[in-house]
């Protein structure tokens, strides 16, 4: 066999189960002489090599090429993602077609409206020394049935970071009080990612993040995922405004100069030396994203609402509570309060900081160590279950497509099956479980190469 298939040996424990699906993967136009292709480099450059570098060559030619490396569902996906651009360039118009999904995808994950609901973006500098720098973060929302209101929390250094990254979880919890059934939405997965990143930094608020668990962020980029095809180069948010007539208040050229100034400020430890000139286009750029974000959410509402019009009724998802019991907060709590305890007898400055003092904030970060990093085990695991068949083919801890090859030995209720899959990056090794994506542990890993071809 070709080199891109990958042998695996998964020992069944409960039954014989692949999770499967097709890929989705977006065709866009490249502003050149000719209009390229681009999907990933990878894929890109296979189709090339069979000699289809246009758009519309690729739209109309049937895929009689031997599929050397990949998934004749990822090729088939791309055509008709690049048929619908095709058609919608010929037409001058913007288009959108529905896809097949599940109850618990797509529009169906929408929760219904509420008066408290947040919509959230946020600016970062993701290459600073230290592992980046979240120094805006914004959020729009209802202060009545009619206006929608944006508020920033700036933060140009670390201090700032996470007092306002503290700020900002304790405004939303007061929100939660008052709503309940309120939820934030966002566009794709940075802002959750990005959260929790800053809970495990400055080990804070960690109680109040675990109670954004319960479905209550939206990603909205899955949303749209999911549920549509649609007419555009690709599914950014920029790019999607075409459909539900955004207008920014801010140029992007005009933002992207002053986005990168204030990165450079932040790079050379002088975030508190920027102008107001510099951080007022950022701001604005920030609050058109939440906007934006707000004005998405309303057009897939009225979508959905065409969904059920063509197709019947689509249940709501329902809010899940946190599962943490009494026993595990209360820990929680006490851990915290020790950490923040510590951290006030630090001067702060730290550039008066003794020996002493060092060995203080250590032991600062040390408390509640291990759960966090357990946390962010298991909140990467039920990340991964939520995803969509097709996605998981990005990730590093996921297998997709297997395909079944043969039973090579185990015993009769304890099997040794292998499998094959397209080649990517692994981070999967020998003794690994296997879960499916309804969380039943279906074998583990009996071994793996990433050397030999079958």
């Given at each position: 066999m070709s080199s891109w298939i990958i042998p695996i040996l998964i020992r069944l424990i409960i039954a014989h189960n692949v999770v499967?699906?097709?890929?989705?993967?977006?065709?866009?136009?490249?502003?050149?002489?000719?209009?390229?292709l681009r999907a990933s480099i990878k894929v890109t450059f296979r189709i090339r090599k069979n000699g289809i570098n246009q758009l519309e060559k690729y739209a109309?030619?049937?895929?009689?090429?031997k599929i050397k490396r990949g998934n004749l569902n990822t090729y088939l996906n791309l055509q008709e993602q690049a048929q619908l651009q095709l058609k919608g360039r010929k037409a001058a118009k913007s288009l959108h077609e529905f896809l097949s999904f599940k109850p618990d995808q797509g529009l169906g994950i929408l929760p219904a409206p509420s008066p408290g609901d947040v919509f959230f973006d946020i600016e970062s500098d993701r290459f600073l020394e230290g592992g980046g720098?979240?120094?805006?973060?914004?959020v729009c929302y209802n202060e009545d049935d009619t206006t929608l209101q944006y508020q920033p929390f700036?933060?140009?250094?670390?201090?700032?970071?996470?007092?306002?990254?503290?700020?900002?979880?304790?405004?939303?919890?007061?929100?939660?009080?008052?709503?309940?059934?309120?939820?934030?939405?966002?566009f794709h997965h940075y802002e959750k990612t990005a959260l929790k990143r800053l809970m495990g930094r400055y080990d804070s608020r960690a109680v109040e993040l675990d109670l954004l668990r319960g479905e209550v962020m939206v990603d909205l980029h899955k949303v749209v995922k999911e549920s549509l095809r649609a007419s555009v180069e690709s599914y950014s948010l920029k790019d999607l405004e075409v459909f539900y007539d955004f207008e920014r208040a801010i140029p992007l050229p005009e933002a992207g100069w002053a986005l990168r100034a204030v990165q450079k400020y932040i790079e050379f430890g002088d975030g508190d030396a920027i102008e107001a000139r510099i951080k007022e286009p950022v701001q604005k750029y920030n609050e058109d994203d939440c906007r934006s974000t707000f004005a998405l959410r309303n057009w897939l509402e009225k979508l959905r609402n065409d969904w059920i019009e063509m197709h019947g009724d689509l249940s709501r998802p329902?809010?899940?509570?946190?599962?943490?019991?009494?026993?595990?907060?209360?820990?929680?709590?006490?851990?915290?309060?020790?950490?923040?305890?510590?951290r006030a007898m630090l001067p702060e400055n730290e550039m008066e900081w003794t020996e002493q003092h060092q060995a203080l904030q250590l032991m600062s970060d040390l408390v509640g160590y291990h759960r966090r990093e357990e946390k962010s085990?298991?909140?990467?695991?039920?990340?991964?279950?939520?995803?969509?068949?097709?996605?998981?083919?990005?990730?590093?801890?996921a297998l997709a497509h297997l395909q079944f090859m043969a039973e090579v030995g185990g015993t009769d209720k304890k099997p040794i099956h292998r499998y094959t899959?397209?080649?990517?990056?692994?981070?999967?090794?020998?003794?690994?479980?296997v879960n499916n994506l309804q969380e039943v542990t279906i074998g583990q890993i009996e071994d793996i190469s990433y050397r030999k071809n079958m």
């Open positions: 499967g699906g097709s890929i989705a993967i977006n065709v866009v136009e490249l502003t050149t002489t000719l209009p390229l109309t030619k049937a895929i009689d090429w720098l979240e120094y805006l973060f914004g700036w933060a140009l250094n670390r201090k700032d970071e996470k007092g306002q990254y503290e700020a900002l979880m304790d405004w939303i919890m007061q929100r939660m009080e008052q709503w309940p059934d309120m939820h934030i939405y966002h329902t809010l899940k509570e946190p599962e943490a019991n009494d026993k595990t907060k209360a820990r929680d709590v006490t851990v915290e309060r020790l950490a923040t305890a510590l085990k298991w909140w990467e695991y039920y990340r991964l279950i939520k995803l969509a068949p097709e996605d998981l083919l990005e990730e590093r801890n899959f397209p080649f990517r990056e692994l981070g999967l090794k020998k003794g690994d479980k």
